[in-house]
């Protein structure tokens, strides 16, 4: 999900819709675009790993 709503992101920010209100120069994503893409990414990685750093115990993950 995190991935198609980056990929909207980018592609309606490069078509020019979206932008009123906003300051941003041209071409470039806004600091509240990347921050919200790198966090989705990293909520991805703690519910993928958590469950699998939990069953592997200590012995698995050397």
Do not use: C
Not at 17 to 33: A, H, I, W
Not at 47 to 58: C, D, H, R, S
């Amino acid at each position: 999900m995190d991935l198609k709503a980056a990929w909207q992101a980018w592609k309606n920010h490069r078509e020019g819709g979206g932008n009123e209100g906003r300051d941003t120069r041209e071409g470039r994503p806004s600091p509240l675009e990347v921050a919200s893409v790198t966090f989705a990414h990293g909520g991805d990685n703690i519910g993928v790993y958590a469950p699998v750093f939990a069953t592997a115990g200590i012995g698995g993950m050397t």
